[in-house]
């Protein structure tokens, strides 16, 4: 989707620089795509704490899921 938006210098400037992308759509699609992994992982962080939610894994399982994530 094709969108205007207008962003501070500066902050294009930290995105590209943070992103390592020498364009600005590729790199505000990394950043958008970065920031709602991090909300998400925040909310079920949230739900654990909470006790709304059983996460029952062994450190086995969980070490051999981060190894086949990208």
């Not at 210098?9 to 390592?20: A, D, N, P, Q």
């Not at 600005?24 to 949230?46: H, K, N």
């Amino acid at each position: 989707m094709r969108i205007t938006v207008d962003v501070d210098e500066k902050k294009v400037g930290s995105i590209l620089e943070l992103t390592r992308q020498k364009k600005m759509s590729p790199a505000v699609a990394m950043a958008l795509d970065e920031f709602i992994e991090f909300r998400q992982r925040q909310a079920f962080l949230a739900k654990v704490m909470a006790g709304k939610t059983r996460y029952e894994a062994s450190n086995e399982e969980i070490e051999a899921l981060a190894h086949t994530q990208p």
